[in-house]
Nanobody, 118 residues
Framework: QVQLVEPGGGMVQPGGSLRLSCAAS????????MTWVRQAPGKGPEWVST????????VYADSVKGRFTISRDNAKNTLYLQMDSLKPEDSALYYC???????????WGQGTQVTVSS
């Protein structure tokens, strides 16, 4: 059974930073592409970033490019998202997902809230 647990959310002022993590279990983490997705209140899910199984291939949404950094530690079965220069429009529930953008919702974690506000 896929389990993805995302601690690390919270509230931060505009311009601040947060680091999200996602602890994976129930599958062979190092074999899978992983994705971060976010969803703001009243809006649909928005793709944020994807990293391939080895960590070499990385892509970002234009809205976060240059501010967010995705990474992974396959020895620790953990996915990360370093978020810098945060803006109020980055406020959302952030989910890690097993697989590429479009993977079934059952492959998402439970989400962690990020709020950017002064």
């Amino acid at each position: 059974q896929v389990q993805l647990v995302e601690p690390g959310g919270g509230m931060v002022q505009p311009g601040g930073s947060l680091r999200l993590s996602c602890a994976a279990s129930g599958f062979t983490f190092r074999y899978w592409r992983m994705t971060w997705v976010r969803q703001a209140p009243g809006k649909g899910p928005e793709w944020v970033s994807t990293i391939d199984s080895g960590g070499d291939g990385i892509v970002y949404a234009d809205s976060v490019k240059g501010r967010f950094t995705i990474s992974r530690d396959n020895a620790k079965n953990t996915l990360y998202l370093q978020m810098d220069s945060l803006k109020p429009e980055d406020s959302a529930l952030y989910y890690c997902a097993k697989g590429p953008w479009g993977t079934s919702r059952e492959n998402w974690g439970q989400g962690t809230q990020v709020t950017v506000s002064s």
